[in-house]
């Protein structure tokens, strides 16, 4: 059951929602900021915010209309010095939470926009609708602008929408759009209905319209105009249907000369979760590089475009479980440093290894501050120290934040 109250926003939380406490417990209220003195419909924990009677200095207007019902953004309302603060802040709690004291760096905003981004695709009263869910709904948005996308996916949503209307049912499907050196890669995943040869050549005839460079139903591949690529240090990469990328380009060229940097002269590099080859292809263009992913495919694409590439030092790519089968100390130790981008769930297995091994570098990247530091733990337990912790503002106006960490023995 929900009342109205007046509440008082302490602080914003981890997940960008304003904090407040109120008949002893705690309340949160998406799009309040510090300070404020609002009214929200309490639910429970949750409060949905209906005035604000006393506003922070830090609020602005939002930039983009969507904001407030789509949730693909959380803090769109904050001044920039305190979103600043506030993504640091989650970083420094999160290390502080495991007893790490440690000076995380100003956050690195390197600018650009997603090249990839993932839809629902769903068809209601409204006919057929593709966007994102409200913040903790199952109501869906229809997006027809979006500031931190690339233009070139919002641009094509309209005609993408015609194109695989007539295979959306009620059950909804998603839509998955990467913006890569070739055109647009985008895959259709969770339609049932089954693709007949009149279904094929319509979706074929429809991609070459759109000049798509490539699309994909599920595990099969409709029409692929072009290879669809993307680049890293001197080599081009295929990507396989709804693989893994950085979200921003920048923000990952960003990643990889602080990796570069971290590392050094060394002869050779492990590594770890590799995927594409994003870090692996800029690190063997100094090292020895032997990488390692649990995807297959990842692997393949790797290993095609390392035979390709020029001016590249040897290239070791193999598939293999990292969660199930972590490197040994023994295997670890014959590099002379280590770079793991575990997925969010983190690294711990491989943490415990790494901090019974002798290497002398580990450069660790992730996209949640709390795995990082509880997988920090296990290395400083084991001897290492806490070099740099560097924010990297790659989802901008979420509360997700890339972090780069470099320990040292």
Known sequence: MSDERELLITRVGAQGDGFAESEGAPVFVPFALAGERVIADVDG??????????????????????????????????????????????????????????????????GGKRRRAVFSIERDDRGVVIGFHEAQSHVLVAIDECPV????????????????????????????????????????????????????????????????????????????????????ATADVVLPPGCFVQAVAEAEIEMARRILTAVGKVKTVADLFCGIGAFTLPLAARAKVLAFDGNQLAIEALRAAAKKAT??????????????EPLSPLELNEHDAVVFDPPRAGAEAQAQRLARSKVKTVVAVSCNPATLARDARQLVDGGYKIEFVTPVDQFVYSAHVEVVAVFRR
């Open 149 to 232: 996308l690339e233009p070139k996916i919002v641009a094509a949503l309209p005609a993408l929408n015609a194109l695989v209307a007539p295979l959306i049912s009620k059950r909804g499907a998603r839509l998955t759009v990467t913006l890569t050196n070739s055109g647009l890669d985008v895959l259709l995943d969770g339609i049932e209905r089954r693709l007949t040869p009149d279904i094929r050549s319509r979706l074929a005839s429809g991609a070459s319209t759109l000049q798509l460079a490539r699309l994909a139903v599920g595990n099969d591949v409709v029409v692929e105009t072009l290879p669809p690529f993307l680049s890293f």
């Open 45 to 110: 924990e949750r409060g949905r915010l209906l005035r604000v009677l006393q506003p922070s200095a830090e609020r602005i207007a939002p930039i983009c209309r969507h904001f407030g019902t789509c949730g693909g953004c959380a803090v769109q309302h904050m001044s920039s010095d305190a979103y600043r603060a506030w993504k640091r802040g989650l970083v420094a709690s999160a290390f502080a939470a495991r007893g790490l004291d440690v000076d995380v760096d100003e956050l690195v905003e390197p």
């Open 311 to 324: 001016g590249l030092k040897p290239i070791t790519a193999r598939v293999r479980d990292l969660f199930r």
